[in-house]
């Protein structure tokens, strides 16, 4: 098996990704499949199994004790677990366990042995920008994987149910404390900012007593934690123009690559000098909702070519965003990212999720806008501005955003 040349040939379909379903299986699926190991004849498209049905792909046809079922999707089809149902049915049908459902950079695998809806039999899934992920996926779906002895498939489903569990109890926990601390935020912001407020009046009695704040008033302790100190500009960040760290309005952007970006980077990456109002805070729109990490702006360099050449010759920009540049080059050489490495880019940077400067959403907010004839309708194309305020009001949904 070589996968990581399968990951590498995948990625590289990125920014030109195949046009229909027949190109997403000819030039991805089926390459990488054969590099797992698998045959021409190990892989047969389009048989009609015992109930006359006919699966995207039989694998190991010739193996009953192995055989799955593998069902295609076109890359910019965005996977849904009804997807896999087809497949399932002929799983049931013809007593297989296993079932893969890709569109070349997302792969999933169900457990037929699983009962409940094909969401209850996800057994793993990855995608293909994660190499590590990548990698465990890809080496346990390889037919020596499939056909060992020592049931390797079954231990690697395990073992990412397992890991899958944890994740999502540490999920729980964390949305816990994020909301825990929203209320607490929210509820120190309306005490600091009112000067009826009982602990203000605690506050100004003992900050009384310290030297040079003998006249202190309520009014001094409400400015204080109700204004905020000017933000230097620097030459790195041309279009901001702001006088307090948080403006009225935050850019959202639509997100379907920049968010996993963004958690890797702690930048956003985009087509040179794209043009974006004055801003503060960078949301992020991913498959349906706004995510709850809203970072702060920290440097933008307009255009750049994201190399050690581009980098040098990169002019009119500050000596910390320069070493920022370094480190995320640095960063991309390292995990791989052909479809920016070299190209000429505007790049945001952005606090990282768990920075305290960064807005902590107490969950994501649903999109639910739809069209007169009730079809979904995206919230965001381009890019979209919405009110600091309301984000920060707690929405459910892209409807009680944007309310007047």
């Known amino acids: 098996m070589d996968i990581p040349a399968a990951i590498q040939e995948a990625l590289e379909y990125r920014d030109d990704p195949p046009p229909n379903e027949a190109s997403t299986c000819e030039w991805v699926i089926l390459p990488i499949l054969h590099k797992l190991g698998y045959a021409k004849r190990d892989v047969v498209s389009r048989d009609a199994d015992s ?7 039989t694998l190991l046809p010739g193996d009953p004790q192995h055989t799955f079922y593998l069902e295609a999707k076109a890359w910019k089809v965005d996977l849904e677990d009804g997807h896999a149902n087809q497949a399932l049915n002929y799983a049931n049908q013809n007593g297989r366990r296993w079932v893969v459902l890709t569109n070349g950079h997302h792969w999933c695998l169900y457990d037929n042995n699983i009962r409940g809806l094909p969401s209850d039999k996800m057994a793993a899934e990855m995608h293909i920008e994660n190499r590590d992920q990548s990698m465990r996926f890809l080496e346990a779906i390889g037919k020596a994987s499939v056909c060992s002895d020592k049931d390797e498939l079954d231990r690697f489903a395990t073992e990412e149910a397992e890991r899958r569990k944890r994740a999502l109890e540490e999920e729980t926990r964390r949305k816990e404390l994020e909301a825990r601390r929203s209320r607490l935020s929210a509820g120190l912001e309306a005490e600091l900012t009112s000067q009826s407020s009982p602990l203000v009046a605690v506050m100004l009695a003992n900050l009384r007593t310290r030297g040079g704040l003998g006249d202190l008033t309520a009014d001094d302790l409400v400015a204080h934690f109700s204004g905020t100190p000017p933000v230097t500009q620097t030459s790195a960040v041309p279009f901001l123009k702001i006088d307090t760290p948080r403006s009225d309005k935050v850019l959202v952007i639509p997100a379907r690559f920049a968010w996993d970006e963004y958690k890797r980077f702690s930048a956003y990456v985009c087509q040179a000098n794209r043009s974006f109002r004055p801003t503060t805070h960078l949301a992020f729109y991913v498959r349906g909702i706004i995510e709850t990490a809203v970072p702060q702006i920290l440097d933008v360099v307009e255009s750049v070519e994201l190399s050690d050449k581009g980098i040098v010759a990169c002019r009119g920009i500050s000596e910390t965003a320069t070493e920022r540049l370094r480190d995320l080059l640095r960063t991309m050489q390292r995990i791989g990212c052909p479809g920016q490495l070299g190209q000429t880019r505007k790049v945001v940077f952005l606090t990282p999720p768990d920075s305290p400067k960064t807005i902590r959403l107490p ?11 009730g079809h ?3 919230f965001v194309v381009g890019q979209r501005y919405v009110s600091t305020a309301r984000l920060l009001a707690g929405p459910m949904t892209t409807s009680e955003l944007t309310k007047r």
């Open 376 to 378: 979904p309708w995206a």
């Open 363 to 373: 969950h994501p907010i649903k999109n639910d806008k739809v069209t007169k004839k």
């Open 51 to 57: 109930a006359g049905k006919f699966p995207d792909y």
